[in-house]
């Protein structure tokens, strides 16, 4: 019985070798980022960049389909759905995302409370603009005397971009704060 299974240990001590080397290199890899990230960006900033990037991915599938679905379609139920999906991936990316970077540890500061409030307050001051815009659109649109209703949808979906601009004005601007040393 020796000879039918030879070569095998010889494969597995080679694999086991091989294995050995790739583990060893992502581990330096991942010592090295998380070295990089440790010295450079604190929890809140990397926060704020990764609801960012997922905010702008996710908004920029979701508000073309939206838009064009609230002006055209009969029904809201596909309107609903994508708006289902929009809400889902969103939590979904940013729940993976804070995560993996929480392995990495998780320590706020007075800084960071003033930089989130400091955003917060931009953010909110964009968000009731644009909601000002939004009524101004609806109430020009309902003086019109030949112009057709907005609909629910429409302005439902005007909300929503509203409130995403207002997020990623917000990101943008903690992390503009975190760069400049805030």
Known sequence: MPGLFFGLGYLETRMSKIFDIMSKIIY?????LNHYLECRMSFEEKS????????LLVSGWYFPK?????STSESSAPLIAISVGWIVAMIIILSVYHGVIALWGYDTDERDRMIEL???????????????????QIMAEYFKPDAES???????????????IAEA??????IVYYRVGA
């Open 66 to 70: 939206a838009a064009y679905l609230a």
């Open 28 to 32: 330096t890899a991942f010592q090295r």
């Open 48 to 55: 704020a960049w990764g609801s960012l990037v997922g905010l």
């Open 118 to 136: 400091k955003a917060e307050r931009i953010a909110s001051h964009v968000f009731s603009v644009l909601l000002l815009i939004v009524v101004g």
């Open 169 to 174: 004005v917000k990101y943008a601007a903690q």
């Open 150 to 164: 907005v609909t629910a949808l429409t302005v439902g979906v005007a909300i929503l971009l509203a409130m995403a």
